[in-house]
């Protein structure tokens, strides 16, 4: 298991498919870590981060089509969107302990213009400002199942009918009249923790781990485009660190929407660097408030 996540604890344990799937709990200074641990005990751990407003769930499909019988000698990220970003800037900050990175509709770094940056952390602590002091005020909202989904696919239109409904497994609780959403809504609050174009560059040389850009032709550059023309950028960058970068058809979450379609990319990618056959443990998990690390 990863050093870091050493405090896990277990409390249940499914099967999906083949694979041993086992819940857990972690406490931490700001709340709770929870996710999901795919495979044996003893394999080698691949992190999986999930993207903005969604949950470990996000990677239910995609997971059981990975073979479990990859080894790594430190451990490997995937990251999906927002979770991307985390997985560029942990990989910037401590390369001795990534081995390999799949960047599922993610550049790794999303950079803001310097002009806009006095504006933007303002209006963010604003918004944390405001939100603290009304906290004890705000009532969470009630919603039948359908009006949860509603509400999910509302605000992701390119989630499937599916994909929705296994997001809202891990999305939503039950309370006296219905079901109220379980995730942090500081979520939409303007990110303060911003990086130049210059400086997300700088931060790209560092990283020492192989690096594969997997992009959905109907994705990130479309819903959610990096501002001022930045892609460009970063995909040079990454292409001269000799990344992977591949395109696929489909949308930004193609890798719970069609996971098929990336499963065996992500396969051969990891595939083409193993040391040895040791089983792998995949751990996918959900950071309450991970806005405050880096997101869109």
């Known amino acids: 298991m990863i050093p870091a996540l050493k405090g896990i604890r277990h409390f249940a344990t499914t099967t999906t498919l083949t694979q041993a799937v086992s819940e857990f709990r972690m406490t931490v200074p700001w709340g709770e870590v929870r996710g999901q641990a795919w495979g044996p005990d003893q394999g080698r751990p691949v992190l999986c981060l999930h993207g903005w407003a969604d949950n470990s769930g996000s990677f239910n499909r995609l997971i059981p089509l990975l073979p479990n019988a990859l080894q790594w000698k430190r451990f490997s990220i995937i990251g999906h969107s927002m979770g991307g970003n985390v997985a560029g800037m ?5 390369p001795e302990m990534v081995e390999s990175v799949v960047l599922l509709d993610s550049y790794g770094f999303l950079p803001t213009n310097m002009s806009r940056m006095v504006q933007l952390i303002k209006k963010g602590m604003d918004q944390h400002v405001m939100y ?4 004890d005020d705000k009532k969470e909202k009630v919603y039948t199942y359908e009006k949860a989904k509603e509400r999910l696919m509302s605000a ?10 296994i997001l809202l497994e891990r ?5 006296e009249g219905g079901l109220v959403f379980t995730r942090d809504f500081r979520i939409i609050m303007r990110n303060i923790v911003m990086i130049t ?13 192989r690096v594969m850009l997997l992009m959905a032709d109907q994705g990130l550059d479309n819903v959610f485009p990096v501002p001022d023309g930045f892609a460009d950028d970063l995909r040079k960058g990454w292409m001269d660190q000799k990344g992977t970068i591949v395109c696929v058809e489909g949308d930004h979450h193609v890798h719970l929407n069609k996971p098929d379609s ?3 990319i992500i396969t051969d990618f990891l595939q083409s660097h193993r040391p040895d056959s040791t089983e792998m ?11 405050t690390l880096l997101s869109y």
């Open 90 to 94: 942990f990989s910037a900050l401590y």
């Open 132 to 135: 603290d002091n009304e906290a």
């Open 156 to 165: 992701n239109r390119f989630l499937s009918d599916k994909s929705a409904d």
């Open 171 to 175: 999305a939503v609780r039950e309370v």
């Open 197 to 209: 174009l210059e400086q997300s560059l700088f931060m790209l040389s560092l990283i020492q781990a």
């Open 262 to 264: 990336v499963a065996p």
């Open 281 to 291: 443990t995949l751990t996918a998990i959900s950071l309450p408030n991970f806005n």
